[in-house]
């Protein structure tokens, strides 16, 4: 006697008056089709995670590789950075060697009304034959460019020379030229540049040491165009006019000082380049 073997029928009943049909299927067909699904479902479960940590393996990769051109670039900064450190340090070194040790700062009280209104950036008088060759090997070309004779600017002048203000009991130890913001201010003469920086009360300020005793200062500019220890020549632009500092109106401020004393700016321009 054989051994039948189960199958499963699945009848099929069409709509309408077609003839209905059925299916057999083994048991054991049945039982290799499920094991075929299980093993499919397994492998796109596999397949979707590998998928997912792929693709987030790729967005970390990304932000590493990001990351790493940034601190590249960030090294390259420190590097050229710690390069021109290097190079001004040879520069300080080669500048002593020279001068000996020059004090470019105010370490010492002011002796004299010139040098407190020079500042931190003054240089002692000792220093400025060695500056002076060092910058400008031509310097005796014209001996009289040194003399701060040109007009820095061209406008008109709103508050006189007045060593001793009555009203105020300040000092004007030079003349205020009004003119439009922005207009550019030029050298009164060849000299070394000993201050080019902002201070509260002249806000952007120039001072020029013309080495012959006489020291220009330019005050309230609204932006600087040269820096300490430049050689400048006469009508060199060294400064933009602006309203900087401790000012009400845009105006260039202008001092001369002879031997650490002020003198009258207008009476050190020739009279036939003034124009009022």
């Known amino acids: 006697m054989t051994k039948r073997k ?9 709509e309408g008056e077609k003839q209905t049909f059925s299916l057999k299927i083994r ?28 693709t987030k393996l790729s967005w970390d990769y990304d932000r590493l590789v990001s990351r790493n051109e940034k601190l590249l670039k960030d090294n390259a900064i420190i590097n050229e950075i710690a390069l021109k450190y290097q ?29 407190a209104s020079a500042g931190s950036g003054y240089i002692s008088p000792g220093g400025r034959d060695n500056l002076y060759k060092l910058l400008n090997p031509f310097l005796l070309a ?47 003469g060849d000299g070394v540049v000993i201050f080019s920086n902002w201070t509260v009360d002249a806000g952007n300020q120039v001072i020029i040491d013309h080495q012959n005793g006489y ?10 165009l040269v820096q300490e220890r430049k050689f400048i020549y006469q009508g060199e632009p060294i400064a933009l006019l602006g ?27 020739p009279k036939s380049k003034w124009r009022n």
């Open 87 to 115: 190079s001004l340090q040879a520069t300080d070194r080669r500048i002593r060697n020279l001068f000996g040790d020059i004090n470019f700062t105010n370490s010492e009280p002011a002796n004299s009304v010139g040098q």
């Open 243 to 269: 309203n900087s500092g401790d000012s009400s109106a845009p105006h260039l401020h202008i001092e001369i000082w002879k031997n650490y004393v002020p003198v009258d700016p207008v009476s050190v321009w």
């Open 142 to 188: 014209d001996i009289m460019s040194a003399y701060p004779t040109l007009i820095p600017v061209g406008g008109e002048i709103t508050q006189a020379f007045s060593p001793k203000e009555a009203l105020t009991g300040r000092g004007h130890f030079g003349v205020d030229l009004s003119a439009k913001e922005g207009s550019v201010i030029s050298a009164a």
């Open 6 to 14: 189960k199958t499963l029928s699945v009848l099929f009943i069409p």
């Open 215 to 224: 020291i220009t200062v330019y005050k309230h500019n609204a932006s600087l």
């Open 27 to 54: 048991y054991g067909v049945l039982k290799i089709l499920f094991s075929m699904f299980i093993v499919a479902c397994v492998i796109f479960a596999a397949g979707s995670f590998s998928y997912w940590n792929l």
